[in-house]
C-alpha cells in the first residue's frame, strides 16, 4: 500500500497540475486555496515542498493558486509551555525561521525561495548550513535573527500552533495538504471529485 507522501506526490503530478493548469487557461478570476501543514524537518515535507509543491512556482499555476505554508506540524506544547518538536531543537528553531521569513517576505516567491532552500539542506543532511541560503538567494539575515530574537517568531509560532490544533478534522500526519479548506488525506478519488467541484463552481459563476 502506498504512503500518504507517495499519494501526495501522485495527486499533485497527475491530478492537481493538470486540473489547476486547465483552469489557468480557462478561467482566471477564481483562486484555488492551497494550505500546507508542515514541520521543518520532516523528510515527506522536505520532498513535498523541493520536487512538488515548487511546481506550482515554476508553472502558470501561481497565478490561480493562493499558496500559505504553516510551519508547526506535529509539534507538542509541553505543561510548562516550551516547545516539543518531532525532530528536535533544530526543528523548533528552523520552524520559527521559516514562520518569520513568512511574516518578513509576504511575497510567496521570495518566502518559499529561503524555505525551499533550507528544505533542500535537510534532504542533504546539512540543515545546520541552513545560513547559507541567505548567501544562495540574496536575501539578508537580518530581519530573520531581528523576528526570531524579539519574540515576534515567538508569536507567529503560537499562531500557527493554534490554528493548526483548530484543524477540522485534525491533522492526523505530515505534510497535511488543504484544498479549498478541505483535506487531501488519503483519498485521490474524494481530492479529484472535490477539485472538480471547485473548478465547475468557477465555471458557474464566471458564465
Given at each position: 500500500?502506498?504512503?500518504?507522501n507517495?499519494?501526495?506526490?501522485?495527486?499533485?503530478?497527475?491530478?492537481?497540475?493538470?486540473?489547476?493548469?486547465?483552469?489557468?487557461?480557462?478561467?482566471?478570476?477564481?483562486?484555488?486555496?492551497?494550505s500546507?501543514?508542515?514541520?521543518?524537518?520532516?523528510?515527506?515535507?522536505?520532498?513535498?515542498?523541493?520536487?512538488?509543491?515548487?511546481?506550482?512556482?515554476?508553472?502558470?499555476?501561481g497565478?490561480?493558486?493562493?499558496?500559505?505554508?504553516?510551519?508547526?506540524?506535529?509539534?507538542?506544547?509541553?505543561?510548562?509551555?516550551?516547545?516539543?518538536?518531532?525532530?528536535?531543537?533544530?526543528e523548533?528553531?528552523?520552524?520559527?525561521?521559516?514562520?518569520?521569513?513568512?511574516?518578513?517576505?509576504?511575497?510567496?516567491?521570495?518566502?518559499?525561495?529561503?524555505?525551499?532552500?533550507?528544505?533542500?539542506?535537510?534532504?542533504?543532511?546539512?540543515?545546520?548550513?541552513?545560513?547559507?541560503?541567505?548567501?544562495?538567494?540574496?536575501l539578508?539575515?537580518?530581519?530573520?535573527?531581528?523576528?526570531?530574537?524579539?519574540?515576534?517568531?515567538?508569536q507567529?509560532?503560537?499562531?500557527?500552533?493554534?490554528?493548526?490544533?483548530?484543524?477540522?478534522?485534525?491533522?492526523?500526519?505530515?505534510?497535511?495538504?488543504?484544498?479549498?479548506?478541505?483535506?487531501?488525506?488519503e483519498?485521490?478519488?474524494?481530492?479529484?471529485?472535490?477539485?472538480?467541484?471547485?473548478?465547475e463552481?468557477?465555471?458557474?459563476?464566471?458564465?
Open positions: 500500500m502506498a504512503s500518504h507517495q499519494i501526495t506526490r501522485i495527486i499533485i503530478t497527475f491530478v492537481l497540475i493538470p486540473l489547476l493548469t486547465f483552469q489557468c487557461h480557462v478561467c482566471s478570476q477564481d483562486k484555488v486555496n492551497l500546507l501543514y508542515y514541520e521543518s524537518l520532516c523528510p515527506y515535507c522536505a520532498d513535498f515542498i523541493v520536487n512538488q509543491l515548487v511546481k506550482v512556482l515554476q508553472t502558470d499555476l497565478s490561480i493558486v493562493n499558496l500559505r505554508l504553516v510551519p508547526w506540524g506535529n509539534t507538542q506544547i509541553a505543561p510548562n509551555t516550551s516547545w516539543i518538536c518531532q525532530h528536535g531543537t533544530d523548533c528553531q528552523l520552524n520559527t525561521v521559516e514562520a518569520c521569513a513568512i511574516k518578513v517576505w509576504s511575497n510567496l516567491e521570495t518566502h518559499f525561495k529561503l524555505i525551499s532552500c533550507i528544505e533542500q539542506l535537510h534532504l542533504q543532511n546539512k540543515h545546520s548550513s541552513w545560513q547559507s541560503c541567505f548567501g544562495s538567494t540574496g539578508s539575515l537580518n530581519p530573520i535573527e531581528n523576528c526570531y530574537n524579539n519574540g515576534l517568531g515567538y507567529l509560532e503560537t499562531a500557527y500552533a493554534d490554528e493548526t490544533t483548530k484543524l477540522k478534522p485534525p491533522h492526523r500526519f505530515v505534510p497535511w495538504l488543504l484544498v479549498n479548506n478541505q483535506p487531501l488525506q483519498s485521490l478519488k474524494a481530492f479529484e471529485t472535490t477539485l472538480k467541484e471547485n473548478l463552481s468557477s465555471f458557474i459563476q464566471v458564465g
